[in-house]
């Protein structure tokens, strides 16, 4: 089991920053891959980051590559999301998830190849 909390959402203006971070906790934090996620009401949760058990790896959305950085602490069983230039198309609900299960088929971008979801924060970003 692994228990994931997000914290850092807000209400800022476009070209803002803002950092997100989610707290692990349950099993060894270096034995999984993490990954966000973001939900606009009445659409489906689309992929934004993930990195890799290591954080050697990481991968991005072609949406907001070059504006957010995703990295984790082993020392704090973090993983964090750095957004900035904000645009107002980022507003959405922000999900931190963890890859336990190694021999998972499905790709790193799809909901599926995730284990476990934490509660979410919002991010709202004005015009």
């Known amino acids: 089991q692994v228990q994931l909390v997000e914290s850092g959402g807000g209400l800022v203006q476009a070209g803002d920053s803002l950092r997100l971070s989610c707290t692990a906790s349950?099993?060894?934090?270096?034995?999984?891959?993490m990954g966000w996620f973001r939900q606009d009401p009445g659409k489906e949760r689309e992929f934004v980051a993930r990195?890799?058990?290591?954080?050697?790896?990481?991968y991005y959305a072609d949406s907001v590559k070059g504006r957010f950085t995703i990295s984790r602490d082993a020392a704090w069983n973090t993983v964090d999301l750095q957004m900035n230039s904000l645009k107002p198309e980022d507003t959405a609900v922000y999900y931190c998830?963890?890859?336990?299960?190694?021999?998972?088929?499905?790709?790193?971008?799809?909901?599926?190849?995730?284990?476990?979801w934490g509660q979410g924060t919002q991010v709202t970003v004005s015009s």
């Open positions: 349950g099993r060894t934090f270096s034995s999984y891959a």
């Open positions: 990195i890799s058990r290591t954080g050697a790896t990481t």
């Open positions: 998830a963890a890859d336990v299960n190694v021999a998972s088929g499905a790709n790193y971008y799809s909901t599926s190849r995730y284990d476990y």
